[in-house]
């Protein structure tokens, strides 16, 4: 079982940054493949950014490319997600997610609203 913390979220003005931060709990983070999702009002849940177990491959969505960042520190347990200019249709609930073979969980999002 790993139980995942979001946090980082806020309010900021169009072309502000935010770093969202994720804390796992277990001593299994490091076979994670970690993710982040976003949910805006009346959309889907979309993948923003993802990086392999070993942090050695990331992948983004192509409306972040350029300005998000994912990384993850395994002996620290977290996975950031670092967001440089930050647009009002980037305003949703961030999610992260661990994922391996047989195992799925989600953290409980926060919130990030971007003003124009």
């Known amino acids: 079982q790993v139980q995942l913390v979001e946090s980082g979220g806020g309010l900021v003005q169009a072309g502000g940054s935010l770093r969202l931060s994720c804390a796992a709990s277990?001593?299994?983070?490091?076979?994670?493949?970690m993710s982040w999702y976003r949910q805006a009002p009346g959309k889907e849940r979309e993948l923003v950014a993802a990086?392999?177990?070993?942090?050695?491959?990331?992948n983004y969505a192509n409306s972040v490319k350029g300005r998000f960042t994912i990384s993850r520190d395994n002996a620290k347990n977290t996975v950031y997600l670092q967001m440089n200019n930050l647009q009002p249709e980037d305003t949703a609930v961030y999610y992260c997610?661990?994922?391996?073979?047989?195992?799925?969980?989600w953290g409980q999002g926060t919130q990030v609203t971007v003003s124009s």
């Open positions: 990086i392999t177990s070993a942090g050695r491959s990331t």
């Open positions: 997610n661990a994922w391996r073979l047989g195992a799925d969980y």
């Open positions: 277990g001593s299994t983070f490091s076979t994670y493949v």
